[in-house]
């Protein structure tokens, strides 16, 4: 049975694609700050004051462990978040230490756990931003800036020597995901130009399974328009 390491597998992207896999009759392991009943098996995820290297070898281990000697076929990190704030907003350095902890750590970790335990040719995805491609992000300072740490992430780990060799790095950047978060935060907004969770997870999937090909390194923006979902 092929195996998929989710890391925020309780987030709305993250619970879509727990659902995905497991209809395909893959084990899910989650890894997130609450239990995904849908999973196979749960890492929790904690609040304490531990430092990345400490938080990431513990949550490293216990993949291993339920993994037992086995290699997992993917690990997707799709855990973040979103704040904004420029460099004279009240909560500026709050909300970058919060992107920071949200998209750079959490795609630190998930390489981590896959120079450990993924397979070979199997496939390691984070989550970037489309925005974090075009320049600056004057308005969201540090989450422009987490997700460009991302995007060099991907990079880095695409080249030999980056201790995953043999296996396949990418990047995938919604733009605008159709969850009830962002449907609550945006009432009127145009939902025919927002991209379905679960075109999301299905692109993941076949990535994974290797139904369809993807390119090491490479950043993939996910576009919707018209309730067409495009993989640029």
Same mark, same amino acid.
């Given at each position: ?8 597998? =309780? ?43 400490? *938080? ?15 290699? %997992? ?5 799709v855990a973040g978040g979103w704040q904004?704030g420029n460099a004279a907003s009240k ?25 450990? *335990?993924? =397979? ?30 991302? *995007? ?23 733009? %605008? ?17 927002? %991209? ?15 139904? /369809? ?15 067409? /979902?495009?993989?640029?």
């Amino acid at each position: 049975m092929p195996s998929v390491v989710v890391y925020g597998g =309780r987030g709305a992207l993250g619970s879509a694609c727990v659902g995905l896999f497991k209809q395909q009759a893959w084990k899910v392991i989650s890894i997130d700050y609450n239990i995904n009943p849908e999973a196979d098996d749960n890492v929790i995820v904690s609040d304490s004051k531990q430092g990345l290297a400490e *938080h990431g070898k513990r949550i490293t281990q216990d993949i291993g462990d339920l993994l037992g000697g086995d290699k %997992t076929d993917a690990v997707i990190c799709v855990a973040g978040g979103w704040q904004g704030g420029n460099a004279a907003s009240k909560n500026f350095l709050k909300n970058a230490d919060l992107s920071i902890k949200q998209s750079v750590d959490t795609s630190l970790i998930a390489a981590n756990i896959a120079a450990r *335990h993924l =397979r070979q040719n199997g496939l390691l995805a984070l989550t970037g931003a489309i925005p974090a491609l075009e320049g600056g992000t004057p308005g969201m300072v540090g989450y422009g800036m987490a997700k460009a740490a991302v *995007h060099h992430l991907v990079a880095s780990l695409a080249m030999p020597g980056s201790g995953i060799d043999g296996g396949r790095v990418v990047g995938i950047l919604p733009q %605008t995901l159709d969850t009830p978060a962002n449907r609550s935060a945006m009432p009127s907004a145009d939902f025919s130009s927002w %991209t379905p969770l679960p075109e999301v997870a299905n692109v993941l999937h076949q990535w994974a399974s290797e139904q /369809t090909s993807c390119e090491s390194g490479r950043l993939y923006k996910v576009i919707t328009k018209d309730s067409v /979902t495009s993989i640029l």
